[in-house]
């Protein structure tokens, strides 16, 4: 197995040293803000996406069934997701029930991950005609 290079080895190769050197560059992805994501954390993305997509399909309630998941992103702030949401007529009684339904959603998402900590959701609504 081959070992990690050390930091006297990559300073003899490189004129500055950046926080990802000597990290594996299939781990990390650059994000549109500049910061980096590792891979696990765009596939817990993936996961809770998948997993809020089928929670709000099995809600009893019309208006969660109605919303769809565009995409799942960390938010600033560690701990946190921020999910977008589409929905046909976006208005403030979609907020209200997403609210109202957040411990479930939430418990579903702990479910369905295998983490110690359940990340809070961040609810972002756009239209689903576009942003």
Do not use: W
């Not at 998941?69 to 999910?83: D, E, K, Q």
Request: aromatic residues 2%; contains cysteine.
């Amino acid at each position: 197995m081959p070992r990690h290079p050390s930091n006297k080895d990559m300073a003899q190769l490189a004129d500055q040293l950046g926080p990802d050197d000597g990290i594996d560059p299939r781990l990390i992805r650059p994000d549109l803000t500049g910061r980096t994501i590792r891979r696990n954390t765009l596939q817990l993305c993936r996961q809770v996406a998948r997993t809020l997509g089928e929670a709000l399909a099995g809600c009893a309630d019309e208006v969660l069934q109605n919303l769809h998941v565009i995409g799942v992103v960390p938010a600033v702030g560690g701990g946190r997701l921020l999910v977008t949401l589409a929905a046909s007529h976006p208005d403030d009684r979609v907020e209200r029930h997403l609210a109202r339904a957040y411990g479930l959603l939430r418990s579903e998402v702990a479910a369905a991950i295998n983490r110690r900590r359940t990340p809070e959701l961040v609810f972002r609504v756009v239209d689903a005609g576009g942003e």
